[in-house]
């Protein structure tokens, strides 16, 4: 008989990504990881100047792949968000973020989704669904 184990926060890889708006990459790419980690990892998101809202396109696309993020909002970026994450993602958008010792910080390089449709907005999902998968893969892989 196989037991679960349960995962305590000591044991959860914590991801923050961040994009200036925190309205199209960045939420974009939380909603992957928390959709394909499910409790495994802590996500969380934010930008420096946050939008008024979520892009419309973003929303649009995550919803084809059955990924609902039409409730969520833009956060501003704190030092307490960097401080309390182990891994600190930056969109490819020129933001950067506090320097704490011990954390990794990573930029993906991706097109900005702002003032696109949704047909532009696609292949920037779908790539941002792949860095995600292998940071999955990296941080919180599935255990036996």
């Known amino acids: 008989m196989r037991r679960e184990r349960t995962i305590t926060k000591a044991d959860k890889p914590s991801v923050l990504f961040v994009c200036v708006h925190n309205a199209g990459r960045s939420q974009m790419a939380a909603a992957w990881l928390t959709h394909l980690a499910g409790d495994r990892v802590e996500v969380r998101s934010a930008g420096s100047d946050p939008g008024d809202q979520v892009n419309p396109a973003a929303v ?21 968000a960097v401080r ?26 991706l097109d900005d989704p702002a003032g696109q449709g ?16 292998g940071l999955i893969a990296e941080i919180a892989p599935v255990k036996p």
Request: hydrophobic share 35%.
């Open 84 to 109: 309390e994450s182990d891994v600190c993602i930056t969109m490819g958008c020129g933001d950067t973020c506090p320097v704490f010792p011990g954390k990794r910080y990573l930029d993906w390089k």
């Open 118 to 133: 949704v047909e532009a907005v696609r292949p920037i999902r779908d790539e941002i669904k792949t860095l995600v998968e």
């Open 60 to 80: 649009e696309a995550m919803a084809e792949v059955g990924i609902d993020i039409s409730q969520e909002t833009p956060k501003i970026l704190t030092v307490d």
